[in-house]
């Protein structure tokens, strides 16, 4: 629903932008200072919001996982051994045409992002002891979720007066998720487990950006960008019919970053 509405605003933004540019005409050689084809680097901060869930159903094996153990998986939360803040670096190109101190663009993104996080919990089981006496059943679930590319295609509307251009934007972007589990315990013999399942994830980005013309040709900008592509999710079975481990994470960012372009 989150990504469906941001690409929903993307289009309105390219639609009132056409509509602007289509009722006014340039009037000056003053007004055209923001039309043209650029080229730019960018460095900044990202976060995510990843939002892990990992669950446990029982199997179809003869001596499947204690329902007591599955309510203890729900009931405690996770360790987080890591956080979703990073960097990104990267770089863009688009193309701006000026219509009085309105500025239609479009622009393309591509770079490096530092999006990850892990967390994990030994849990101590509910069921009656079956190993050796003194010896409890225990068993280990982690997680982790990480991104480290985005690419992006964007309409921009902005609003210029003089050196100065303030802008909104919405499109689409494109991305890798890569989201690890595992499952491993105490048993005589032991359960093990784990996987990791990468995918391309396509979704919607939306933000706000300023820029200032500092030189003939060469501009400087901030930028917020937030995109969102949904939910990935993989289930396996663990041992011989033991239980099912289904692992899944949100995959949402916020970027916040510094930039510079020169304009042909």
């Known amino acids: 629903m989150r990504t469906r509405f941001l690409l929903g605003a993307a289009v309105s933004i390219a639609a009132v932008a056409g509509a602007s540019c289509a009722s006014a005409q340039p009037t000056s050689a003053a007004d055209n200072l923001w039309t ?21 159903s ?24 890591s956080t ?14 000026q219509v009085n101190h309105f500025v239609l663009g479009v622009e393309t993104d591509g770079g490096y992002y530092d999006i990850r996080q892990s967390r994990s919990h030994l849990f101590t089981s509910t069921a009656p002891v079956v190993n050796p006496p003194g010896t409890p059943f225990r068993f280990t679930l ?11 295609l964007r309409p921009k509307i902005g609003y210029a007066w003089g050196p100065w251009l303030a802008y909104i934007t919405g499109g689409l972007g494109v991305t890798d998720a890569r989201v690890s589990a595992a499952y491993s315990d105490n048993r005589i013999p032991p359960n093990v487990a784990s996987f990791t399942f990468s995918s391309t994830r396509t979704g919607g980005v939306i ?18 960008l937030y995109s969102d592509y949904g939910r ?32 042909f």
């Open 142 to 152: 982690s997680q982790s979720v990480k991104t480290d590319w985005q690419w992006t």
């Open 207 to 224: 933000g706000v950006g300023g820029d200032w013309m500092f030189a003939p040709g060469w501009s400087g900008k901030i930028e917020w």
């Open 84 to 97: 979703t803040a990073g960097f990104t670096i990267g770089g863009e190109a688009g193309y701006n045409y």
């Open 232 to 263: 990935a999710s993989q289930t396996i079975p663990i041992g011989n019919g033991f239980a099912n481990l289904t692992s899944s994470a949100a995959i949402r960012t916020n970027t916040v970053r510094t930039g510079i372009d020169y304009k």
């Open 58 to 81: 029982p199997g179809n094996g003869v001596s499947p996982i204690p329902p007591g153990d599955i309510a203890e998986i729900v009931g405690t939360p996770f360790t987080t051994n």
């Open 36 to 56: 043209g084809p650029y080229i730019g680097l960018n460095l900044g901060g990202t976060w995510g919001a990843t939002s892990p869930r990992l669950s446990v």
